[in-house]
């Protein structure tokens, strides 16, 4: 690979695209839904409220989509690695179905709301490979067999290793998630460096303004309450590196490995991204030096046109968060815990919820219920890990919880190992759950007590 050429990180949708801009919140006012957080779960859920004649507001600490949206592959596939069989096994087939019926909605519907959006919106076949098991790849196409669904078993690949093959999903898409968001976004009720810093029944205090709302919808990417629904026990985070390569191979698809530490690729305006390099959030791994080894040996003739990072909530079972924020909070919604599909996830999420606001029943609410079983063998895991860290004798320690932070080298950041919240050298916040800087050692204020007749917390 050639000398790289990108100075500092910056994904190829924020190197082609000039943001929206939205006023800042400067009053107090009233609304019937309230969404926390403007990625693109949070515009979309505004989006569908929207269209359906709902009165809401969106609040967002940041800019519009400036977290983990403009840092995404940006691929819309309901092959979510090979779940199917994995799915299958721990929720039976019913629920398997409907998470894949509901995948291919979302998918459907990005196909209906892109036509006519210059958002570089193309139909691609998706597909899930192993380097050295085939039999994981014929368990999955079993359970696909049960769920009807035509997927097939690709023997021969463009990747630049040999592999087992892969599972292919046929008509599935990629596009440009920028693009898209200016497109949709444009009309939206938005509040930018609008942080929401307490919530009270269901007023939300931000800096500068009171939300009320009569229900309120948590997409901040990781939940920042925590006296609710239990998150910082039920999500971990996970970071993933990209680099974008000029002078590399049409792929013509997209591809990924069913490790979760091997690459994925696909291609964007003559580029080749190309992804990996993962690690749990305040762990070590290859991060881009990884990529960079792999272009190296595979892409000799290839440059670095730019790169960029970016972070996801694992939840303990593959399958998001998406509904009531837990039992005890009947006005009080979240989606989260993604587990690296964010796109198609996004669109699930904002087709759910802007029914249940309504008070709308939908087929898929059981499967993504927030408050469904959690003993899956990853809670030991990140229990004892976030055990383990608060015990460690180190500063400076994350003001969400108190777990102790790493310095990420490759990064220039602090990173808490528990919960996954980031801060620059500066101690300026990065990525939640925190909601304050490290250098003020700010911590999440209290939730306050429910004050009754239909309160929101």
């Known amino acids: 690979m050639k000398k790289n050429t990108c100075e500092e990180p910056i994904s190829v949708w924020s190197d082609t695209t000039t943001p929206l801009k939205f006023d800042t919140l400067k009053r107090d006012i009233k609304t019937e839904v309230l969404i926390i957080g403007g990625g693109l779960a949070g515009v979309l859920c505004a989006y569908m409220l929207g269209q359906a004649g709902v009165d809401y507001v969106l609040a967002e600490a940041d800019t519009v989509c400036s977290g983990i949206t403009k840092n995404t592959t940006a691929k819309i596939t309901s092959q979510h690695g090979l779940i199917y069989h994995k799915l299958i096994r721990q929720f039976e087939t019913e629920k398997a179905a409907l998470y894949l019926h509901s995948n291919q909605e979302a998918l459907e519907k990005y196909v209906q709301l892109c036509e006519g959006i210059d958002c570089d919106f193309e139909k691609k076949d998706a597909y899930v490979y192993s380097r050295d098991s085939k039999q994981e790849l014929l368990d999955e196409l079993d359970a696909l067999q049960k769920l009807n669904f035509p997927a097939d078993l690709a023997e021969e690949l463009p990747l630049p290793f040999p592999t087992a093959g892969a599972v292919r999903f046929p008509d599935q898409a990629q596009f440009h998630p920028l693009k898209f968001v200016r497109a949709i976004a444009g009309d939206l009720n938005i509040y930018e460096h609008t942080r929401v810093r307490e919530l009270a029944g269901c007023e939300a205090r931000t800096d500068t303004g009171i939300i009320r709302a009569e229900k309120i919808i948590v997409a901040t990417h990781f939940p920042f309450i925590n006296k609710h629904g239990s998150y910082f026990l039920k999500m971990y985070q996970h970071r993933s590196y990209v680099t974008a390569l000029e002078n590399a191979p049409d792929l013509n698809g997209m591809y990924v490995d069913q490790a979760q530490d091997g690459m994925s690729f696909r291609n964007y305006n003559g580029l080749l991204l190309l992804g990996g390099g ?41 399958v ?12 009080l919604y979240v989606a989260t815990g993604f587990n690296k ?67 990420n080298k490759t990064e220039h950041s602090w990173d808490c190992p528990c919960h996954g919240s980031r801060f620059d050298g500066d101690g300026h916040l990065i990525d939640n759950p925190a909601t304050g800087d490290l250098v003020k050692q700010v911590r999440t204020p209290p939730v306050r007590p429910a004050d009754g007749g239909g309160v929101c917390i």
């Open 341 to 407: 599909w964010g796109m198609t996830s996004s669109m699930v999420s904002a087709m759910l919820l802007a029914g249940l606001v309504r008070g709308e029943e939908n087929p898929y609410a059981a499967v993504y219920s927030p408050s469904r079983s959690i003993l899956r063998p990853q809670l030991a895991v990140n229990a004892l890990g976030a055990a383990v860290n608060l015990l460690t004798i180190s500063t400076p320690r994350c003001p969400h919880m108190g777990c102790a932070l790493k310095w």
């Open 278 to 318: 993962g690690h749990r959030t305040g762990k070590t791994g290859g991060n881009w030096q990884e990529l960079n080894r792999f272009a190296a040996q595979y892409y000799p003739k290839a440059a670095q046109r730019c790169r960029w990072a970016t972070q996801d909530c694992m939840t303990l079972d593959s």
């Open 320 to 331: 998001p968060y998406i509904g009531n924020y837990s039992k005890s909070t009947p006005n």
